[in-house]
C-alpha cells in the first residue's frame, strides 16, 4: 500500500497448524518501552512422527538489530531442513553456522558486535530447547521462555506519634494533588504575551581551539531576533559568582572545551524559532584534538587537576604486607543523568533598576550572584525567586546559572522578558553529571576476614573543572561501617573534555560505600564465606574512632544488622537461592546485604526562615531558605509550624523562595536542608511565641485567631526571622550525628540473555523521630529506585573523536521504569528510634538509601558467580564493572555456544 491517505484498520494473519513452532524474542536495555537489542522471530515446522526425533522442514530465523535490516540466517536454515533437531551433534552444527553467519554491525551506544552474536545463538538455543521438550534435561529446560514477573507488591512499615501530631502524621505532600493534576506552576509554564524564548547555540565537538561563530542564517530564520555570542557579555564571562572556585564561561570565547558547550545565545519570537536558530549557527575550529573522555584517557594523558594530599591513618602498607591474606584489583563506576521532570529553566523579566529572575535552581544566591556578574550590575538589583522545580538530584545547584544567566543575558539585550526551557536533549548534552571513578585497591586480613590494612587510589572524572568534585567523600563516608586501622587513600580529579560533572543525589557517599562494599565482596569470596558475615565481624563498636577521627556514641548498626538478617528471613533465602541455582543451569539466583552507616553533616550549610502570622484569621504564611523540589521540604516545614505554634495544618502556608527574605541562605541539597530550615522555622516559632504567650496568658479560652487579634491590637510584632549556621567542633567534626540502614536484594537472572529482575528487596532505614512518615517513606523508594538505575540500566556513550553524548534521548539512555523496581518491595522505617542530636528527634533520609542500592550489584555478582560456577570459573575473583547492563551481565556469566547442550 503506497497511498500516504490510507488507514490499516484491521489486519488478519493465518494460524499455524500443530506441528509448527512460532516464536519471537525481544531483548531490551530494561524490562520495558525500550528498543531491541536484538529481536528474532523464529519457526519451524516439525516431524514428530519417529519417537524421539524432531525433523525440521522449512525453517525460518529471522533476527532485528543485527545490521540495518533484518537478517534471514539462510545458511543455518538450509542447514537444519530435513535434520532431527533433538541430535545433540546437529544441534552443534547449527549453533556454529549461526555463530559464523551472524556479523554485526558495530554502532555507538548499541549492543556491541560480540554481544549480538552471542545473543542470537543463546535465542536459537532457547527455541530448540522448546522445540525438544521433555527430551532435553530439565535443568536446561530452565532456558525456555522469559524471565516471569508477578504484579509488583510492597509494604510500607512506618512508626507514628499521634500524641505530637500535625509533626509525625503520615500525610500526603502538600503539593501532591495538585501535581499530580498538572495544576501545579513551573517555572517552564510561565509564559505571556510579550515574551520571546532563548535557546543556546552548543559546540558540536570539544578540545578544539574556536575560529569562528558565524549566525548568518541563524538571524534568517523567520522569527529569530537576536544571536548574542561571548562579546556581547557586559560584565564578566564567568557563571560562577564565587572566586575561590573554576570559572567557567556563560558563553565559549576562545576554546570548545566540551561537546555541548554554550557558544551563543539565540532569542526567537517562539521556542521553535529559537531552538532552530541555535542550530543554524555555524562554528568554525581549529587545533582540534582527540577529547579525553575517560579517567583512563586522562591517566594515560597525565591530565589532572592540582593534586589533593593523601589520607593517611596509621601504616597501610606495612599492615597489609603482614597480613596473612590480601587482595588487589580495580573497579569502575559509571555515570548518571540526573533525568529530573522539568528540565532546566529560567525566565528574566527587565525591570527599572534591574532584574526579577524566576530559576529553576537549588541554590538562589548563587544564581542571583552569578547573573549580577554577567550583566555587571550589583547583586542587590537582581530579584530572585523559586516556588518549585520539578526535580534536582543536585542538577540545579550550580548548573541552573548556565541557563539563568543565558536568559538574563537575552532579557537584558532585548530589554524584554525571556524564558530559556531546555529540552531533555539538548540539557542532556549540555550539563555535567554524576561523576565516573576509576579506583585501584589493595587489602589486608586475616582468617575471618578482619581487616588490617586499605590502599586505595580514587580516579575521579570531572569533566572540564574540579569544583564539584566529590572525590574526598572517600574520607567522610569511605569506611561506611567497617573499622580498619589503617588507611591510605589517594585522591585524583581528572580532567577531561566533558561538562563539568556535578553534584548528583548522594554524591562522593554513594561511591565510597560502594567502593569498601566492593573490596568486602572480593575478600569475602577469596575466603569463601558469606559476605554478609566478614562485614559483620569488622563492624565499628562505640568508642571506636572512625576515619574522621570522631569517636561513635550511637552506633547501632550491628543490632540493626542482626534483627533484619531474622525478619528478612536471609539464612533461609541464601539456601533456597542455592537450591534453585542446582536446579536450573540457565536461570540463576543471587542475594547480597549491605548494611550502611552514613554521617550527616552541618558544617558549611546555612539557611534561613521568615515567618508572618497575619491578623484577620491567624493564618501563617512561611519562606525558607531551601527550595522545594519534590522531596517534601514545605510539607515537613509547615507540620513543624503548625506543631510548634500548636494550630492546624491547614492555617499555615508555604511561599516562595526569595532572595530578599531569605538572603544569602545555601543550596539544597546534601539531604540536610528540610531538618535545618525547620531548625529556622523552630527558632521563628520561638520568638513569635515570647511574643504571643503574654496576651494568650490573659486568654485562656480564647481561640488562636482571636489571640492573634488581640496581639495585633496591642502592636504585637508577628513577624520573625531565623538564620541558623550551625558548626560542629574538636571530637564531633565533622559529623553531627549518624544514621543507619540495611538492605538485602535477591535477584534472578537469565544466563543466555542477561535479562534480569529484582525478585525482592528488604530495606530499612533509621529516621529518627520520622517528622513526615509518609514523605520519608517516599525518599525511601525515591532513592532506591534511582540507585538501581545507577548501578543496572543507566548508562552514557560518549563520541570518541568529538566527544559528543550519545545517550541523550530516552532511545538510548534508559532510567527504571515500572517493571525495573523490585516485584516484592519492603520498606521499613526503624521502630523506637530516636536521635538527641536531630532537631525534634529526626534523621536525614534524601540521599543514604540510595547508598545501600549497590547491593543489587552484588546480588547479580552472586547469580553471575553460580552461573561460572556451571563451568568451572567462578572460585576466583572476577571484576564487575557498574552499571550492570543486560549485556554486561550476560558476557560476566561466559555463555558459549559449547555449554549449549540438552544434558
Known sequence: MDSP??????AGFPGFDANVLFRLYKIMPRSQNAHALVNAAFRAQVDRSQPGKFVIGSPALIFGNITGSFNHATLTENYLKGKDIGDATVLAGALKILHDEIKADDVPAEATPAYKQSLSCSLFYKFALEIVGNSANSRFRSAVGSLSRPISSGTQDFPTNAS??????????????????????????????????????????????IVKIDSTD????????????????????NINPNANVDQEEALASAKALFAGQ??????????????????????????AQTPILTCRDAIDAKSFFPSIPDMVIGDAPT?????PSRVKGVLEIGSQMHFYMETQAAVCTPTDDGMDVESGTQWVDWVQGGVAQCLGVKKNLINVSVKRIGGAYGGKISRGNIIACGAALAAHAVNKPVKMFQSLWDSAKMIGKRNPYYVEYEAGFDANGKLAGIITNVYANCGQTATESPVSAVTLWGDNGYNCPNWKVSMTNCKTNLPANTWTRAPGSTESIFFIEYIMEHIAQTLGKPSIDVKRANFYKNGDRTITGQPLKDFTLAELTDSFLTSASYRQRLQDAATFNLNNRWRKRGISVTPMKYGSTWNGNNFNCFISIFHSGGTVAVSHGGVEMGQGINTKVAQVVAYELGIPLDLVSIKPNFSLTNANANSTGGSVTSELVSLAAINCCSQLKARIDPIKNTMPNASWSDIIEACFVKTIDLSARSWIAPKTTGDDAPVNYNTYGVTCTEVELDVLTGEHQITRMDVIHDCGESMSPLVDVGQIEGAIVMGLGYYTSE????????????????WKYKPPTTKDIPIDFRVQILQNSSNPSG????????????????????????????????????????????????EKVQQYCLPDIAQFTYN
Open 262 to 287: 554554550p557558544v551563543a545565545v539565540v532569542v526567537g519570537s517562539s521556542q521553535t524559532a529559537a531552538e532552530e536558530g541555535a542550530k543554524l549557527v555555524k562554528v568554525t575550529y581549529a587545533n
Open 218 to 237: 541563524a538571524m534568517k530564520y523567520p522569527g529569530v531576533v537576536k544571536v548574542l555570542t561571548a562579546m556581547d557579555i557586559p560584565g564578566v564571562n
Open 319 to 323: 599492615a597489609i604486607k603482614n597480613a
Open 164 to 209: 505530637n501530631y500535625p509533626l509525625t502524621q503520615p500525610i500526603p505532600k502538600l503539593e501532591s494533588l495538585v501535581q499530580c493534576t498538572g495544576e501545579a506552576k513551573y517555572i517552564s509554564d510561565t509564559d505571556s504575551g510579550t515574551m520571546l524564548y532563548a535557546a543556546f547555540a552548543v559546540a558540536e565537538r570539544g578540545n578544539a581551539d
Open 5 to 10: 491517505r490510507r488507514v490499516i484498520t484491521s
Open 839 to 886: 532537631v525534634l528527634r529526626s534523621k536525614l533520609v534524601a540521599e543514604p538509601p540510595l547508598c545501600m542500592t549497590c547491593s543489587v550489584v552484588f546480588a547479580l555478582r552472586e547469580a553471575i558467580k553460580a552461573a561460572r560456577d556451571e563451568i568451572s570459573q567462578g572460585h576466583d575473583w572476577f571484576q564487575i564493572n557498574a552499571p550492570m547492563t543486560v
Open 795 to 810: 548508562e552514557l556513550v560518549y563520541e570518541k573523536t568529538t566527544g559528543a553524548l550519545v545517550t541523550y534521548s530516552t
